[in-house]
Every structure is written in C-alpha cells, then in structure tokens.
C-alpha cells in the first residue's frame, strides 16, 4: 500500500514540475520537462506493478513485508530535511554559491561522510559545475547573495 502512495506522490509531484515547467523560456524548459515526463512514466509503472503486487499478496498475510524504521535512519532523515528546509531559505539570502556550499557540506556530515578532502572537493565541484550550466549554458541567473 505504500509503493502505490509513494508512486502517486512521484507523479503528482512531476505533473505540478511540468505545469511549472511551461512558463520556464523555451531553451530552458526542454531538459526538465523530458526528465518529468520520463519520471512520470516510471512512477506510473511503479504504481502499476505495487498494485500487482498487493493483489498477489492481499489475502497471504505472512508474505506481506514487514519493515521497521530504525530511530537512527529517522533521525537522519529528519535532519537531511531540516537541512533542506535551511538551504531553501537562506538560498535568497546568502545566494546561491554560499548556500549550496554549507548545504553539501552539513548534509555529506549528517550523512556520516568524514573526509574532508572529499567533502570539500564535492562541494566546490557541484557549485562549479551548476554554476557553470546555468549560468554559462543556459543563461540562468542563479540566485545572488551578499558576496555573489
């Protein structure tokens, strides 16, 4: 029962990006709006198949899974989405390149990454590499902050 909620959600949350999508300006909106649409798709095979399989295993009671959340999992993604609630606020604020910065670095930390080296590396490589698509390729302004 649960896959067939979390696959609605998939594709309610890919149609509502896809109406989004329309207003974005034409060379912008090709790239996200193929990948909504592939992502629908699955999420609509996603739900198909969580509905096979529920009827298959709807009136055998020892084969439907049993799964229990381990409080150290919850925890961690309790603080990964409270991380992103931050990163969304302060985007606007702080800018882009700040933001994503301290983002990536706290989430790679909560997510029990411990080499600095690493963590950095990523941080300053996904920032360059974003910065540079949006920016350079396709002429998107990215958010502005007090150093940036």
């Given at each position: 029962?649960?896959?067939?909620?979390?696959?609605?959600?998939?594709?309610?949350?890919?149609?509502?990006?896809?109406?989004?999508?329309?207003?974005l300006p034409p060379q912008?909106?090709?790239?996200?709006?193929?990948?909504?649409?592939?992502?629908?798709?699955?999420?609509?095979?996603?739900?198909?198949?969580?509905?096979?399989?529920?009827?298959?295993?709807?009136?055998?009671?020892?084969?439907?899974?049993?799964?229990?959340?381990?409080?150290?999992?919850?925890?961690?993604?309790?603080?990964?989405?409270?991380?992103?609630?931050?990163?969304?606020?302060?985007?606007?604020?702080?800018?882009?390149?700040?933001?994503?910065?301290?983002?990536?670095?706290?989430?790679?930390?909560?997510?029990?990454?411990?080499?600095?080296?690493?963590?950095?590396?990523?941080?300053?490589?996904?920032?360059?590499?974003?910065?540079l698509v949006f920016g350079?390729?396709?002429?998107?302004?990215?958010?502005?902050?007090?150093?940036?």
């Amino acid at each position: 029962m649960g896959e067939m909620v979390g696959s609605l959600l998939v594709f309610l949350v890919c149609t509502f990006y896809y109406y989004m999508s329309v207003e974005l300006p034409p060379q912008a909106k090709f790239f996200p709006q193929i990948i909504l649409i592939i992502t629908g798709v699955l999420s609509l095979l996603w739900f198909a198949d969580s509905i096979r399989k529920y009827a298959k295993n709807k009136d055998d009671e020892s084969k439907k899974p049993k799964f229990k959340m381990p409080p150290e999992l919850v925890k961690t993604i309790v603080a990964v989405l409270a991380e992103l609630v931050l990163y969304v606020t302060l985007i606007s604020k702080l800018g882009y390149f700040i933001t994503t910065f301290l983002f990536l670095t706290i989430t790679m930390y909560t997510l029990k990454m411990r080499r600095h080296v690493v963590i950095f590396a990523t941080s300053i490589s996904v920032i360059v590499v974003i910065g540079l698509v949006f920016g350079k390729f396709l002429h998107i302004q990215l958010p502005k902050g007090i150093l940036f």
